[in-house]
């Protein structure tokens, strides 16, 4: 009797033990509690947290939160940290001479058929049309290619015998003459009645004025002096940044807004106030690319350089234009011209045309004259242009 009873109690204890491991909530084994009254899993390896008490599978994971990555170690106590490196770039004489040989490479097109056409043994009615067509197609402009043209045709009367030396120099002296500006190419970079020489950059979207203001500013940091970057194109926020990372290559002071849509003539006051505090030689005003037949922007960018004269005077308005737009890029220069009064034209991707007559359209269309030009992509294909050096280019001499 003894142990039917022992049996009895043996049995029910096992069941009782075996029921409570069947009612256990599946995936719970083998976690072990955490501080914040969830379950961490056993091991630690997958870092996450669930919460407490059962789960059904659809629900499993859906507090899943990913612990953040490790931060990296702290550098051994009293060892300096490094300070970035800053570029050094070369300074702005001799670059168009550096680079002339990728100038004379994308012109080669444009001189060589001028060449080709006037060592002809006849230059009749027809040979002269064409002349002027090639001109016209490198975008010198129709009234400047037929001045080019008659210019060139009394000279061959004159002169009478065309070898190939004599042609050369010939058109060599030619496109020189519809170059050459009495206007002054130097840009005003040096400080005045104590405060530093303002340049604001303006153009429309897609013309690069953006990089040409940071290349600009490695440029004259080339040259020894101090520079101040405004970043006054705020409709951007990626403008903003790249001309942050423009500054800190080279050791510019960068002024921007936080805010993006924010006054941009308030960052451009505060960039030229920053200028003056800190006795910078050049403070660059980068401004929001705009269509030129938008009035409202026109305005704006006026509104600009009148905040800016509150503080001190502009320097230099200089027209950033691509030089791959023709015709277009002077509509565009005239109505610029005419808001901002431009002092300077700044020519991009020039290399990678042969239309390169636009530097004789754009200066007899607005009277200014080209003082910058952009040969390339490089962060120092920037130069200050040179009318014999781009000229030699073009006839590859």
């Not at 003894?2 to 256990?24: Q, S």
């Not at 899993?41 to 859906?62: K, V």
């Amino acid at each position: 009797m003894e142990y039917i009873i022992l049996i009895v109690v043996l049995a029910v204890l096992l069941l009782g033990l075996g029921g409570t491991m069947l009612l256990r909530p599946r995936g719970t084994r083998g976690v072990r509690r955490g501080r914040a009254g969830g379950d961490i899993a056993a091991g630690g390896g997958t870092g996450t947290i669930t919460r407490d008490g059962p789960e059904s599978e659809s629900t499993a994971g859906a507090a899943t939160v990913t612990a953040p990555a490790p931060a990296p170690p702290a550098p051994p106590a009293g060892q300096p940290v490094a300070e970035p490196v800053l570029e050094k770039p070369p300074p702005s004489a001799g670059r168009m001479v550096r680079l002339r040989a990728r100038l004379a490479r994308s012109q080669t097109g444009f001189g060589s058929a001028l060449l080709n056409l006037l060592s002809r043994d006849r230059l009749d009615e027809d040979t002269w049309d064409e002349i002027e067509e090639v001109l016209i197609t490198a975008d010198v402009g129709v009234t400047p290619a037929r001045q080019i043209v008659s210019d060139l045709r009394t000279k061959v009367k004159v002169e009478g015998t065309r070898t190939v030396d004599e042609v050369r120099a010939m058109l060599r002296a030619e496109l020189l003459a519809q170059v050459e500006t009495e206007a002054s190419r130097a840009l005003r970079t040096q400080r005045h009645e104590g405060r530093p020489a303002v340049i604001l950059v303006v153009g429309v979207n897609g013309t690069g004025k953006t990089t040409t203001c940071g290349k600009l500013a490695r440029s004259l940091i080339g040259d020894g002096q101090a520079v101040v970057l405004g970043a006054a194109d705020t409709f951007r926020a990626a403008a903003a940044d790249q001309l942050q990372t423009w500054g800190e290559r080279v050791g510019a002071q960068v002024v921007r807004s936080d805010k993006e849509g924010a006054d941009p003539g308030s960052v451009a006051f505060d960039a030229v106030s920053k200028g003056i505090e800190t006795e910078a030689d050049v403070v660059l005003i980068d401004t929001a690319g705009r269509l030129h037949t938008k009035t409202g922007l026109m305005d704006e960018l006026g509104k600009v350089k009148r905040v800016i004269e509150k503080r001190t005077s502009v320097d230099e308005v200089l027209l950033v234009l691509d030089a791959t737009t023709g015709q277009n890029g002077l509509r565009q220069a005239r109505v610029f011209a005419e808001v901002v009064d431009v002092s300077g034209i700044v020519l991009t991707k020039l290399d990678g045309t042969a239309k390169g007559g636009i530097v004789i359209a754009v200066q007899r269309e607005l009277g200014v004259p080209v003082k910058l030009v952009g040969l390339g992509e490089g962060p120092d294909d920037l130069a200050p242009f040179d009318p014999v050096t781009f000229v030699d280019a073009i006839l590859g001499g």
